[in-house]
């Protein structure tokens, strides 16, 4: 292990030019394409055979049998138009990496150099997804039948609020599930001065809102983080008439399964009660692919904690009801989800993620690398 | 008519006499028994022929044949302390005639008096009524079967919000419909730190309360005055309990029938759905016999007005959600309810009816004698 | 005023042809250069003295000196597309006369016709008025100064929830004030999945929407009208994402000053005081210049009862919450606002006002003209 | 430690029989005097010195100088009729050890007769203290100045949610902080029908409970554990009349005192404010002691962890919202609270703590007495 963390030092150049090639050419959701073939190049110099999976994404193949472990990065940017002011600068209007994938990709590069040079027994599956924000990416790419055989993934995600270098890691429930849904109630419109002729879906709507408070404060367990957000309201175009349907759009999050299928069903439940308890009707859907929460097992949490503790700073990792499309290839087998800090105050890198001013401390892109590299050869050889 | 106005005037001072009489010895409701005796023996003197019908009521026949019209009086006290310093002063501590029906009677009674003297063509029935106060002794009068054959119901209330001496007459919709009902939810009690294993009744309440805003101020007409009050509240025994049921008592107020019955089937219904909405159960009653609206014939109130307008200060009556059993009267016949004014600044007769300091102006009550006599008189004579 | 009804009935094929004419040819508020033009024409060929005011207003004067009369039509089509197959429909795509105003300039124009031939002593002033749909052209005339010597205004509405001619007239209030609101959350936006480091507007925006209900339920007396609606929302623009900012706008209607004047300053109190205490910020600010209520004169109301009997089946006019700019005259002097009734169910003739079926039952339209003239003749010679 | 094992062991018979003994006389907070009296004579007994601290408090001291250690158990019984049919049922009617501090007394009297013959180095102070059940006995003991020079606090709680013979460790938060409120609303009582004429207190309570929901909803991280439970609301005495004022009693629990002081400021605040939005006045209070969270050592957690595990089935404690008074100990040094699992289905010991038919799996009373004395030990000897 000693050797992989001097490696990786050693790569530290190579990982800070690499992550500032892929920061300045910033690829969206599903366009993936250039960084998708600078990935495969990569792995290929280094004897690494590659497969093309989910349009724009690359596995690569290290090694043959015995057990089978996966690192995972993932490489999409997002429609931020940078603010920074530093030399690789995003080179795309309105496109820019603003949430440290471009450091994703280069650590997990610079962990198959690693790799490729100390071959561990076993084999390595290194996942280059494209399109984890919002295009479940991670989904597709776990489903591909390409993964099957895995049995175990690890993932790392660069994270402002962590101080630069610590490495977090905590078993079970890291980041939530997430859901996106639309209500719709449908009334009846009218004058604005005669709503007596009228079933007012604005009023109904509220109802639902305040109704649905409860789910939250009465009937999921305090113990159970659980959040239920409105977005976005739509209703109306005017002030005199009483439109006939009013919308929202909103998410749902939690850290269970359970937590979550409570949450979702009860929220439709009482939209569709509440409506027809006002003489409306209201319709409940889910608009996007439901995102499952990421809990990672708590085996491989205790032994990355063991693996990586004589090399770096590991804490427990703070949690947040944010989502990651990582939680899909825990289905798959057990899955740890890691946050390496990047937030480095004397450097001004204090910006939170998707922020136009977001950055990355390179100082620890190594770790990155070395961290993917042990606990890679820990698992094989466990 | 004219005469009438001089016999009225010319028994003032029995009339004040009678109420002070009456007012010394307040009785309550279905309690009015000495009130009842002394009504009977003042309408024999006058060869007036008297039925005792619903326990403490009674009617008094004069003449017979020809129209036949009823004047009605209310004869309870309440259950009050009377804090007035007058000679006249309750003789019976915690009742007291608080409302007028003291001089109701008396005005009436006067009314027999002048009509015993110049025996119009026709029949006259005097109505003596009890349990106004909640005691629905109206209905009771009314479905006796002694009223069926009237033609016209004439009533007059002291009223403690119009000047002295002036008579309020509106035809239409003069007082309002009263309900009185009960929710009562019923949910799962437990720990006040685990809502999650109860199903919070009180929570349930609020949501009942909040929702049930909307049948005023959206679903009946805003031309339709509507009252929906929760008078009581009353759930659980202390604070860190979640109780297994809540409860609500209130009153619904509507001017017409439509309305009415409107609000309560919608109360109803929205209690119940939106304790569904919650997994609870909500059971909505009535818990007293409704009380009509009071609707002014339009032709009696037009004829009233013609009538009195010579002799007295007609206006228009203002109107209130407050209630009457005089309503059942005209499930009958066409009714008139008029409003006779009392309130007299100079003398500090200011308090409203059911006030511990409520008094009468007594210089009216000769008017209340000649409106009941002359409408008697112009009806039969029509 | 036989010879006005008689005077009427023979103009009755002119009155078709000239609100035909009208309704081939819509114009907007404040574009009725063509309308105004012909109205102006049509006046000076019966030798009325005619003025432009406010841009594309007319007035008209007849006679001088004496007592001082007004009448009104307003002039405007509306923004809709026509959808009656008929001869004379709407020659100009997207603008129509969905409201009637076309009736209402032939029938003044008839009033014309009459007046100038009967030639009452006094002077009367017609007024054409601008821009009644929503361009506040009635508060334009009224300020002008051309109108301050009138003595009692006159309008008539033909109106589709009124069986044809039938002549709808009540002393007192008839049509609402009518104001328009915005209410501004500010909060501060954020994370969907972090609602505790943001302040959610929208969450706000219910629970101002909450409150305000208690403004009707429970502050106005329930005698009183009044509707608050909300018309519109708008608010967010994803899902995942609470915004800093939400919006709503409404409308407010009463019959008096008093219950419009606490209605605006409560739900401007309750918004901002129901902000703060979620620690937000709301802006309430009324969007147009107030419209008062249509208050009829009491004398001017009896004395048209009384005049139109004879010859026309006069009602109590039935209220709405509606408003109109007819309201601005009676700042001047005392004011009747009638509807004239076109419903006609056989002609097919029952689509409301604002729809793209509406229609005049145009049978009438000789009592609108003799409405008109009999009341300027008999205020004139009172 | 195997030494403590085995002597805990032996004790078994004594530990049910003193269980038994304390069951069947069972006392209310502040009233332990038999129970006292006992436990003095029992330490004595073992030639441990005791004080009488608290009213009925006892501390027992053994040994002198070195480190100082503090061993706590609770006293009172609750005021439950027990239904259970057992031969050491209570015997004092109305009384029940319903939470199972008998069980508490015993273990720590069986680890004083553990500790009185192994004489670890150092000081053991044995906590007997009154009232945990709403008396806040914990507080008066902590601030008696008896135990100023503890250094460690350990406290076991048998737990009926734990299987038998578990023993729940876990550092940090376990059990909540505890705030009983009154809120009260002052409003203007009046007639039920004139809601316009009053301000109306139910009203007002109904917003406050609606508006407090988004404290949990949007104010708090969905990572805070928090409740804010109503158990007990009190408004109004009939149905027909509004009341003046309006009542309701509830209860704050949070796991850190930031969200507590924050959840009772922000309550009271909304109260407040939203009263004032309705033209009433709310008054927010504290009525009782406020109780902190229950927050473990991790330092004494891991050690009781590494000490335990050899010998007991050591799990991470569930946590609840419940609190203890153990809390106010550790303010003065770092403190450990321990779930000592007795649900036991074979034997029916199924039902939660403060039910009439609660009991305890008395084949655990060695385990609690072992783990008492091993702690102890090893902390003096750390």
Redesign the interface.
């Known amino acids: 292990m000693k050797e992989i963390i001097d490696l990786a030092k050693g790569l530290q150049p190579w990982l800070v030019e690499t992550r500032r090639r892929l920061h300045r050419h910033p690829e969206l959701a599903w366009e993936e394409v250039e960084t998708s073939r600078f990935v495969e190049e990569e792995l290929r110099k280094l004897g690494i055979e590659t497969k093309k999976v989910a349009k724009t994404g690359v596995i690569g193949i290290l090694g043959s049998g015995g057990r089978v472990v996966a690192l995972r990065a993932d490489m999409d940017a997002l429609p931020i138009q940078e603010e920074n002011e530093v030399p690789y600068r995003s080179e795309v209007p309105g496109k820019m990496h603003a949430c440290g994938h471009d450091a994703h990709v280069a650590m997990l590069l610079g962990a198959a150099r690693i790799l490729a040079r100390i071959r561990p027994k076993g084999t390595v599956k290194f996942i280059f997804q494209p399109a984890e924000e919002g295009g479940l990416g991670g989904k597709r790419m776990a489903e591909s039948g390409e993964l099957d055989d895995v049995e175990a993934f690890f993932g790392i995600h660069v994270w402002a609020h962590l101080e630069s270098g610590k490495i977090g890691i905590r078993g079970g429930p890291l980041w939530?599930s997430?859901d996106?849904?639309?209500i719709a109630v449908k009334g009846k419109g009218g004058?604005?001065?005669?709503?007596?002729r009228?079933v007012?879906p604005?009023?109904v709507?509220?109802?639902i809102?305040?109704?649905s408070?409860?789910i939250?404060?009465?009937?999921?367990?305090?113990?159970e983080?659980?959040?239920?957000?409105?977005?976005?309201?739509?209703?109306?175009?005017?002030?005199?008439?009483?439109?006939g349907e009013?919308h929202m759009?909103?998410?749902i999050?939690a850290f269970t399964q359970e937590t979550r299928d409570y949450a979702v069903r009860r929220l439709g439940?009482?939209a569709e009660?509440?409506a027809?308890?006002?003489?409306a009707e209201a319709t409940f859907e889910l608009?996007m692919e439901p995102i499952p929460p990421t809990v990672n097992d708590e085996g491989l949490a205790r032994m990355a904690k063991e693996a990586l503790s004589p090399y770096l700073e590991v804490v427990e990792a703070p949690?947040?009801?944010?989502?990651e499309d990582f939680s899909f290839y825990s289905r798959i087998a057990p899955a740890l989800f890691i946050l390496l800090g990047i937030r480095n105050e004397e450097k001004g890198i204090v910006y939170p993620h998707h922020h136009p001013r977001f950055n990355v401390d390179e100082d620890v892109l190594w770790m990155g690398s070395a961290t993917h590299a042990i606990l890679a050869k820990r698992f094989l050889e466990s």
Chains 1, 2, 3, 4 share one sequence.
């Open positions: 939530a997430a996106a849904y639309h004058h604005g001065a005669m709503p007596h009228t007012d604005i009023s709507l509220v109802s809102f305040e109704e408070q409860r939250i404060t009465r009937e999921v367990s305090p113990l983080p659980l959040v239920i957000t409105v977005g976005k309201v739509e209703a109306g175009t005017t002030w005199n008439v009483i439109p009013a759009w909103g998410t999050r439940e009482i009660a509440v027809r308890a006002h003489r608009t949690r947040e009801l944010v989502a």
